[in-house]
């Protein structure tokens, strides 16, 4: 689903975000992406969703070549992948609904289609009674799991997380990598970037670990061998 | 590390036919939210905007005005028009035989729509009557006075009755031809000048307001940045970003076009009393010609339209310079 081929990333300044990552993430697989901060984690998110473009390398997204996508077909792109900010990224001035139905809005839902779906969602992060209310009045839990629930609305094949929990205590935490893991197993493709390793030790499954930009460790593989 | 398999490439594609079956009227409804949803917007802050569509609004009631003045001293000018006429004083030579000749071939002219003839007799008489030399006049010997002919014409047409004059001008019966409306000429000479200025003035405005526009909606879009990463997060359009300011602009350009109406309106209702005034006194029917049904939705059409490209310009400008972060 997700395939980096000597991946690397340099930015004008010349900083090396990223320097000749591999790894190929299958459909319906879950990843950790690990490492200190400034490792790489956030940057290789964004080269998924082409926010950024990778100075060399190929990328792979399900099964489109991003290096071959124009810059016009790359909202097509971003509606299939679902994600997950560490600061939320809500629309303030909007409800809860208004909020997680965004995404559908800009698929050309119908209404009636946009409903169901919103409240599936919400019902899923256990928001449905919330969906009058602004996200100011939430608490940071709360916020995080709007914007899960907007990040799954339209059912993408693929999610990602950046730091999903960074701002939550750890009973929160638990709660929100419990909502992953439970996306994963209906079929998701998840890629979850965090520093918190101790909450993710009890959950099995592949970790890709960074360093400077460079992958040091990928558990999988080594299960594999 | 095993370098994991690469799959041949694919194809973009082409458009995302997997939902199709929810596009249609949900096009529509998204295209009428979106303009409701704009308009909300500009009603959230009445105060500033209002202040712009007032700014749009004046800039399009001064041309507008301006035009409705011109097409007032055409209308007047007009009522004029009728009395034009060109005076032919033959040659002393003349007789009346002659005369009445010059006449009847005149009158063949299409040009022309009646010929009066003045003999000399008449002439004097009435020059008696008016100049006041009465006395003086009685002890001339011979009437020195030739034949007139007053040519009415039968078109407003200044240059066409010019090249008539020519024309006449040139026949050996004719001492002095004479244009008796040259200020009417002059007047439609200033009217051609001032109605240039106003296309001028008119074509300045026209970009002072699209600048207004672009400005306003260039505040917009910096204060909704946040909100258009996100939109471009998941899965916007450039087309779908777009849409929300351009019917902003058209709403901006709308409000101003109504405030112009409002303005012209307001001014030539002040006009009308000392106007009904003055043609009284100089025994006219005429009467202001004010906004009709069609220069009225013209009005509001061009406003809306300006309000649009301005906002066009704004957004094509300044949407690509936010991506997200």
């Known amino acids: 689903m997700i395939i980096f081929n000597n991946v690397s990333k340099r930015y004008p300044s010349g900083y090396e975000a ?12 879950m990843a950790f992406l690990t490492g200190h901060s400034g490792a790489g984690k956030s940057t290789l998110l964004r080269l998924i969703a082409l926010i950024e473009r990778n100075t060399t390398g190929q990328i792979v997204v399900g ?15 971003r509606r299939r992948i679902g994600m997950i ?58 916020q995080q799991r709007v914007g899960i629930a907007r990040a799954v609305v339209n059912k993408p094949p693929i999610l990602l997380a950046d ?43 592949r970790m890709l670990v960074l360093q400077h930009g460079g992958l040091i460790g990928d558990t999988h593989l080594r299960m594999m061998r | 590390m095993k370098r994991p398999p690469v799959p041949p490439p694919t194809p973009p594609r082409r458009s995302p036919k997997a939902s199709q079956m929810t596009y249609g009227n949900a096009w529509l409804t998204h295209h009428l939210t979106t303009l409701f949803t704009s308009f909300g917007q500009i009603l959230r802050t009445p105060l500033p905007s209002l202040m712009t569509a007032m700014v749009i609004g004046i800039a399009l009631a001064l041309p507008a005005g301006l035009y409705l003045l011109l097409e007032n001293v055409q209308h007047l000018s007009n009522e004029w028009n009728g009395t034009a006429q060109i005076s ?22 299409k040009e022309i729509s009646g010929v009066q003839i003045i003999t000399p007799t008449q002439a004097l008489e009435e020059y008696r009557n008016l100049s006041g030399f009465g006395q003086a006049l009685t002890a001339l010997e011979d009437n020195p006075l030739p034949y007139v002919l007053i040519v009415q014409l ?4 200044t240059d066409l009755g010019e090249r008539l004059l020519e024309e006449l001008k040139r026949k050996p019966e004719i001492e002095v031809a004479q244009f008796d409306m040259l200020w009417l000429k002059r007047l439609f000479a200033m009217i051609a000048l001032v109605r240039r200025g ?42 779908f970003i777009r849409r929300p300011f351009l019917y902003a602009g058209g709403w901006y350009g709308l409000l101003g076009g109504i405030i112009a109406w409002l303005l012209v309106h307001f001014c030539f209702w002040l006009l009308q009393d000392p106007v009904k005034q003055l ?47």
Not at chain 2, 293 to 312: E, H, K, R, V
Request: glycine content about 8%; aromatic content about 6%; overall charge positive.
């Open chain 2, 88 to 109: 032919l004083f033959l040659k002393q030579t003349v007789g009346e035989e002659k005369a009445q000749n010059l006449a009847d071939w005149l009158l063949q002219k």
């Open chain 1, 18 to 29: 990223l320097k000749q990552v591999n790894f190929h993430l299958k459909a319906g697989e």
């Open chain 2, 198 to 239: 106003v296309i001028i003035l008119a074509s300045l405005l026209t970009l002072a307001v699209l600048l207004v526009i672009g400005n306003t909606i260039r505040l917009a879009i910096y204060n909704r940045r946040e909100e258009i990463e996100i939109h471009k997060l998941f899965g916007a359009t450039d087309a």
């Open chain 1, 163 to 205: 730091e999903p929990t960074g701002n939550l205590d750890p009973n929160l935490a638990k709660d929100i990598m419990n909502l992953f893991v439970h996306f994963n197993q209906v079929g998701v493709t998840v890629l979850v970037a965090t520093h918190a390793v101790g909450l993710i030790k009890h959950i099995k499954c």
């Open chain 1, 85 to 142: 900010f560490q600061d939320h990224r809500l629309l303030f001035d909007r409800t809860v609904y208004d909020n997680v139905a965004l995404p559908l809005v800009i698929g050309g839902f119908r209404p009636p289609e946009i409903r169901r779906r919103v409240r599936a969602a919400l019902d899923k992060v256990g928001l449905l009674n919330k969906e009058k209310s602004y996200p100011i009045t939430l608490s940071g839990g709360e």
């Open chain 2, 154 to 157: 039968a078109t407003a047409n």
């Open chain 1, 63 to 77: 099964g489109q070549h991003l290096g071959r996508l124009p810059t016009h077909r790359i909202p097509y792109l």
């Open chain 2, 279 to 325: 043609s009284l006194l100089y025994y006219s029917q005429f009467e202001l010609v004010t906004l009709d049904l069609l220069s009225s939705l013209a009005l509001l059409l061009t406003g809306g339209l300006l309000g649009l490209i301005g906002a066009w310009l704004a957004v094509g400008r300044h949407l690509k310079e936010i991506q997200p972060r």
